[in-house]
């Protein structure tokens, strides 16, 4: 499965966990939600992806970083 950051680019599972220092497997049981969420984890794909992973339901998918106008 491709996997896109905020501003658009594509990914497989094993890119972005070789990325992170983390397993294929750890990523897709994370997108299949059959992993407990692992904080630090979430951390690195946030600052990764550029996307809010964590916090309010409104604001979980949105650029951590919105680009500046």
Do not use: F, Y
């Amino acid at each position: 499965m491709a996997i896109k950051n905020a501003e658009g680019k594509s990914m497989t599972q094993k890119e972005l966990a070789t990325s992170v220092n983390s397993k294929p497997q750890d990523i897709a049981d994370l997108e299949s939600g059959r992993a407990v969420p692992d904080q630090a984890l979430l951390g690195k794909l946030e600052r990764k992806l550029n996307v809010k992973l964590r916090g309010a339901k409104n604001l979980i998918g949105t650029p951590l970083h919105p680009k500046k106008k």
